[in-house]
């Protein structure tokens, strides 16, 4: 570990311009030398298992928490994104804000190796014009990100012939939109699935998604991969005594990694429910296949129940993205006398197009059980978001659940 901070101080560069503050343009080895002799702890009084740095969760499903990750942890989740990613010492690499969030890990990790990294706070055009400018190869774009930059006027007209591979993650992508992007990047893709708790721990690799379009295993394209080098990974029955690596009709992720935080800042009550026995729950649904391809159903809170049929939001948010006018969406349960709950749907329809609630939800009715398609839809300029980009459904769906309680 010691070797490799000295490698990162070493080679740690910035493009410090800025694109969206003009305060923004300090030096980061002017900020160094100009620290205080006795600000930085001596190397020897550190070891691997101590703390390093906090990352904030998004807060998707409840107040946000402080992750604890020691030296080791994000070493190894390092060492995770590098092989993943497949980094090389001739990328520049864009970090699109995020900065006390998993991202700034990933940007860390192109830092060690040598790489450039350009700092912006996340705007679709900008980021276009970033790629343009500073021949960026790598970033991560939130799901919404990649939706928004596809969308912004003129895409087309950018060069973004430097960019080698980009990564994308922080909820589900449909399956239409993966095979836009596919189309509309002139790069390889990866997919990422992971939390702050345990950063990036499964992925669908570049070849995975190039052999999805030739025809090869297409259905892959809604998968977030297989586990990563330093991951195990098991979708088990939250009731289940023993974590066999078997398949399942559906479960919860589990992780057992090195990469694994140490904890909650200050909440051992919470770290005792998400880390038991050596693994990590992730609170996330889903189902894999005999290759070992995970296919993310559901965060347990987002799943609904309606007249006793479980029904996984991210199915009918892929189903509405079949429409050629939708940008984004969010799929949430609201009360229902009869059934319990009610699907409702609220949409971001692309500049300049247009669309009504009945042909959303006969869209979405081509592609689903007739209990699982939409009763209504709302539409509206912009989700909520978290500062992280991912979809805050508890803002959209907790205003109908005032007077109510819900099952789930």
Not at 359 to 372: D, V
Request: proline share 4%.
């Amino acid at each position: 570990m010691q070797r490799w901070w000295k490698a990162l101080r070493r080679k740690q560069v910035f493009r410090t311009r800025s694109f969206s503050h003009p305060i923004a343009n300090g030096d980061y080895e002017q900020l160094i030398s100009g620290a205080a002799a006795g600000a930085v702890i001596g190397e020897d009084e550190v070891t691997g298992s101590d703390p390093a740095l906090i990352l904030y969760t998004g807060g998707t499903t409840g107040e946000s928490k402080g992750a604890l990750h020691s030296h080791h942890s994000l070493y190894m989740g390092m060492l995770n994104q590098s092989i993943a990613e497949r980094i090389v010492p001739t990328d520049v690499y864009m970090l699109t804000g995020q900065m006390f969030h998993i991202p700034v890990a990933l940007a860390m990790n192109y830092m060690a190796h040598g790489c450039p990294v350009v700092l912006i706070n996340f705007d679709a055009q900008l980021a276009l014009e970033v790629i343009e400018q500073e021949k960026v190869s790598a970033f991560l774009g939130i799901t919404t990100m990649i939706n928004w930059m596809m969308a912004v006027e003129g895409f087309e007209n950018y060069d973004l012939s430097s960019l080698r591979n980009f990564q994308y993650g922080g909820g589900p992508m449909p399956r239409s939109v993966v095979e836009a992007a596919l189309e509309a990047f002139p790069c390889t893709m990866i997919q990422g699935y992971g939390q702050t708790e345990g950063m990036t721990m499964i992925f669908l690799s570049q070849e995975d998604h190039q052999r999805a379009v030739t025809g090869d295993h297409p259905e892959r394209l809604a998968s977030c991969g297989r586990e990563g080098f330093v991951s195990e990974i098991r979708v088990v029955d939250p009731r289940a005594s023993q974590y066999r690596k078997m398949a399942t009709l559906s479960g919860e992720i589990i992780v057992r990694s090195e990469a694994n935080m140490l904890g909650y800042w200050r909440r051992p009550d919470l770290t005792e429910k998400t880390l038991r026995d050596g693994w990590m729950w992730t609170g996330d649904i889903a189902v894999w296949d005999e290759q070992g391809y995970v296919f993310i159903v559901d965060r347990a809170k987002d799943m609904i129940i309606s007249g006793g049929e479980n029904i996984y939001s991210t199915q009918v948010e892929a189903a509405i993205h079949q429409h050629s006018a939708v940008l984004e969406s969010a799929v949430f349960g609201v009360p229902d006398e009869v059934w319990g709950e009610a699907v409702k749907a609220v949409v971001v329809l692309k500049p300049g197009q247009a669309a009504t609630e009945a042909e959303i939800i006969a869209e979405a009715s081509k592609h689903l059980a007739s209990y699982q398609k939409p009763k209504s839809v709302d539409f509206v300029d912009a989700l909520p978001k978290a500062p992280t980009g991912k979809i805050l459904k508890r803002e959209l769906r907790d205003p109908y659940w005032k007077t109510e309680s819900r099952k789930v």
